[in-house]
């Protein structure tokens, strides 16, 4: 069964970092986009970040840019978000999901697995 698992989720003072990672078993990783998404209570789940390795392309939603860095390693089929300068609005359960189309689309309805979350939260 695919079976995707976030970690590296906790508390953290503003301007921390943390660092999620995804571990996936996919048969055929290297042919999904890897994607990040949010959710905070009450809010719609937002895009954070995507890793199209078919496309060789890295998108960013516009409120985490230049703080996030996804990362992607295929040999141990784990995707991984680098949080820096995180904000209180970073606050979310975060979810790692797998885009079959391997576009890396910005929708989550899009993407076909889902991992279970990993809470993050930001103090101020």
């Known amino acids: 069964q695919v079976q995707l698992v976030e970690s590296g989720g906790g508390l953290v003072q503003a301007g921390g970092s943390l660092r999620l990672s995804c571990a996936a078993s996919?048969?055929?990783?290297?042919?999904?986009?890897m994607g990040w998404f949010r959710q905070a209570p009450g809010k719609e789940r937002e895009f954070v970040a995507a890793f199209s390795w078919s496309a060789g392309r890295i998108y960013y939603a516009d409120s985490v840019k230049g703080r996030f860095t996804i990362s992607r390693d295929n040999a141990k089929n784990t995707v991984y978000l680098q949080m820096n300068s995180l904000k209180p609005e970073d606050t979310a359960v975060y979810y790692c999901?797998?885009?079959?189309?391997?576009?890396?689309?910005?929708?989550?309805?899009?993407?076909?697995?889902w991992g279970q979350g990993t809470q993050v939260t930001v103090s101020s």
């Open positions: 999901a797998a885009d079959p189309s391997g576009l890396g689309q910005q929708t989550p309805w899009k993407y076909t697995y």
């Open positions: 996919l048969s055929t990783f290297r042919s999904y986009a």
